[in-house]
């Protein structure tokens, strides 16, 4: 089917939820952050846009970690995860595996933290990330002292 003139895609609305979303996050105005990322998942998984639908699970993880909803944030993260995982966005299951481990690591589970972080690690080594590598390994020091 044909879009008509002035119509706005399915993907084009649920970007645009994202991205508004986002600034209400900037503004901290979190209710209205969460209202549009759910407008945007809702609308991903209408039209199967597995993207959107993964990076306003990440986005949902984000808020919710920083309102300290550790439940939330942690479904939400992990969804983000298998949908990158299905997309083969190593990029985006590394910061998921990242926000993941921070996740655990607030929650005092160091060991899940530290499978999330070491995966994350892995991913930042092959990519040749000198500064996450680096930032990632100074993390799981910090672990390895938590677990003594």
């Known amino acids: ?6 119509e706005v895609s399915g993907l084009e609305e649920a970007s645009g939820y994202v991205i508004v979303g986002a600034h209400e996050l900037l503004q901290q105005h979190f209710s209205k952050a969460e209202e ?3 407008k945007a998942y809702d609308l ?7 993207l959107i639908q993964g990076i306003s699970c990440y986005s949902l993880g984000g ?3 920083r309102q300290a909803e550790f439940k939330k944030s942690e479904i939400r993260f992990q969804e983000a995860r298998n ?3 299905l997309q083969e966005d190593k ?5 998921s595996d990242l926000n993941l481990g921070a996740l655990y690591f607030e929650q005092k589970n160091y060991d899940q933290a530290g499978v999330y972080l070491l995966k994350a690690r892995d991913y930042y080594a092959q990519a040749k990330n ?10 799981l020091k910090k672990l390895e ?4």
């Open 83 to 85: 949908v990158f995982v």
């Open 145 to 148: 002292k938590q677990k003594k």
């Open 91 to 95: 990029n985006m299951v590394a910061l």
């Open 1 to 6: 089917m044909k879009q008509r003139k002035g």
């Open 36 to 38: 549009n990322y759910l």
């Open 63 to 65: 808020l919710y970690f």
């Open 44 to 50: 991903s998984r209408k039209y199967s846009l597995p």
């Open 130 to 139: 000198k500064d996450m590598f680096s930032l990632l390994n100074t993390a």
